[in-house]
C-alpha cells in the first residue's frame, strides 16, 4: 500500500513567493530524495537527504531530513516560472532496496 | 558523461503484440530500476535488477511481463499480449553500487496500445 504522503497535492502560487511542501511515511526510512518531473519528461534528481536531521540546500530549493526519519520538507525560496512541475519524494530503506515514490505535489506559478 | 537512455522514446503497439523497451543505464551504474507511471499519477515501482540478476519483482504483474539486465547489453522491459491497460509511460533508472543511494532517471519510454 502506499507508504508515502505528500502535502499539498496542488498548489498555486504567485511568482516571487516561497513555496514550501512536505512528505511524510508510516516507516522508518534511511535516505529521502527531492525529484521534479516536467511535463513529458523523467523525473530529475534534486536533492538527496542522507542523515537525520540534515539540511541540504541546491540553489533556491533547501530539503530537510527529519529527525525522526519518517518525514522530510522542501522549499522553494523566490519561485520563477520554470519551477513549475510535479515535485516528489522518494525513499529507500538501504541503498540495496528499491526507490519508493510518493504521490507527487503538482506546482503552477503564476507570472 | 551520457544519462541513462531509453528507447524508443514512443512505441505504439496493436492489442495481442509485444513491446520490447530498452535501458542503457549511466556509465559505471549495476543498478537498473523500471517504473510505471500513468497519467496524472506518481511513479509505481515495478522491478529491480543487478547486472544478471533480479533483486526485487515485487511490483510486477505476474503474467505477460517480464525483465532482464543482461552482462552485456541494456536492461530490457518485455510485455507480451499487450492489452490497453498497459498504455503508460515506462521509466528506468539507474544507481551506482556501493552507499551512494540516488537513482537517476532516462526520459521514458510512452506505450500506446490501440
Known amino acids: 500500500g502506499q507508504q508515502l504522503n505528500q502535502s499539498p497535492q496542488s498548489m498555486f502560487i504567485q511568482e516571487g513567493e516561497d513555496v514550501s511542501m512536505n512528505c511524510t511515511s508510516s516507516s522508518i526510512f534511511n535516505t529521502w530524495l527531492w525529484y521534479k518531473q516536467d511535463p513529458g519528461e523523467g523525473p530529475v534528481l534534486l536533492i538527496a537527504l542522507y542523515k537525520a536531521g540534515e539540511l541540504t540546500s541546491n540553489g533556491r530549493l533547501t530539503a530537510q531530513f527529519g529527525i525522526t526519519r519518517k518525514d522530510s520538507f522542501l522549499n522553494i525560496s523566490a519561485s520563477i516560472p520554470s519551477d513549475v512541475g510535479i515535485y516528489f519524494c522518494a525513499v529507500r530503506k538501504t541503498s540495496y532496496d528499491k526507490v519508493i515514490f510518493g504521490p507527487g505535489t503538482s506546482l503552477s506559478v503564476i507570472p | ?114
Open chain 2, 1 to 114: 558523461n551520457a544519462g541513462v537512455m531509453q528507447n524508443p522514446r514512443h512505441l505504439v503497439r496493436r492489442r495481442g503484440q509485444e513491446a520490447r523497451l530498452r535501458c542503457s543505464p549511466m556509465k559505471g551504474h549495476s543498478h537498473v530500476y523500471w517504473y510505471r507511471q500513468l497519467p496524472e499519477e506518481g511513479l509505481k515501482f515495478m522491478v529491480y535488477l543487478q547486472k544478471e540478476n533480479i533483486i526485487d519483482e515485487s511490483g510486477m504483474p505476474k503474467e505477460r511481463f517480464s525483465a532482464e539486465f543482461p552482462k552485456e547489453g541494456p536492461s530490457i522491459l518485455r510485455i507480451q499480449q499487450v492489452v490497453r491497460g498497459d498504455s503508460a509511460a515506462y521509466f528506468c533508472a539507474s544507481s551506482p553500487p556501493g552507499d551512494r543511494p540516488e537513482a537517476f532517471f532516462g526520459q521514458g519510454t510512452r506505450l500506446t496500445v490501440v
